[in-house]
């Protein structure tokens, strides 16, 4: 689906986090040449769904397969692509190890870094590394479009869980910032549909974190709690036994950062980790 001059969304079917289903693959093109951000799951069906769909748009020569994170949502398609297209797969230096884990036995053949712009054709893509979901995440800006490629850092379904040991919630929160000075009208975002309230969506993802931090620290603030204690004070059931993981490694995030900013201690009591708020004399 064509969502800008020279940007199509193409969700394809990927085991990834509830409430998504799908994962974006974008095609960047000027018409003659493209790149695909993202890559999706090993499904056959999706593979052929993308092919099927760049030759539908006029068989633009694809240069590469951009990984913007190594999530397994998002990368092992490229092993197809890498070599229907025969074409590099290229992703930040910390993610290469990584991403290999997921598209073995194909490799990644080359590295992106903050400040390169990379050429499709006429367009100028340029590559942010956008840490906070995963150390070594890329976001992209292409401002012929006045397009942010967020990947997970920005989601149109849902938020995003940032926790150890990929994820970093001091980063994150500093990327987000970063984001804001872009003068995007879109943002093309890992999951869901096109966002056009840039600047609100952005400030919703910030706010959204600053306030489960707060809440956390007034729930230690009644009294110490463990990691999981926290979990069921915040979620309070409402998590899946399945994605339990998810919010466990949320608020080990949370508190991470807290400790760092120097609210919250660790301490240990009865052979348990647990938390505890640090008294301001």
Not at 175 to 185: G, N
Not at 192 to 214: A, H, P, Y
């Amino acid at each position: 689906m064509k969502v800008t001059t020279h940007v199509h969304r193409l969700a394809v079917t990927t085991p990834t986090l509830f409430p998504a289903t799908t994962t974006n693959v974008f095609v960047v093109t000027d018409g003659q040449e493209a790149v695909l951000i993202d890559a999706g799951y090993e499904h056959e069906a999706a593979h052929q769904a993308v092919v099927k769909y760049i030759d539908e748009i006029g068989s633009p020569q694809v240069k590469a397969i951009l990984i913007t994170h190594f999530h397994r949502d998002h990368t092992p398609g490229a092993k197809f692509f890498s070599a229907h297209y025969q074409c590099p797969i290229l992703s930040h230096p910390i993610e290469v190890p990584y991403v290999e884990e997921e598209i073995a036995p194909a490799k990644v053949t080359g590295t992106l870094e903050e400040g390169d712009v990379y050429r499709i054709g006429t367009l100028e893509l340029h590559v942010l590394h956008a840490p906070g979901h995963t150390l070594g995440g890329l976001n992209f800006w292409l401002p012929e479009d006045r397009v942010l490629f967020t990947a997970d850092n920005i989601v149109g379904l849902g938020t995003t869980w940032i926790g150890p040991p990929e994820g970093d919630l001091r980063d994150y929160l500093k990327t987000l910032e970063r984001l804001k000075t872009y003068p995007a009208e879109w943002i093309a975002p890992g999951h869901g549909e096109m966002i056009s309230d840039v600047q609100e969506k952005i400030d919703f993802f910030i706010g959204r974190r600053l306030e489960r931090e707060e809440q956390i620290v007034q729930l230690l603030t009644t009294s110490p709690a463990s990691v999981t204690e926290l979990v069921d004070r915040v979620y309070q059931g409402t998590v899946h036994p399945s994605v339990i993981w998810v919010a466990e490694r949320t608020i080990q995030g949370h508190l991470h950062k807290l400790a760092g900013d120097g609210r919250v201690e660790e301490f240990e009591d009865e052979g348990t980790a647990r938390y505890r708020v640090i008294e301001v004399s």
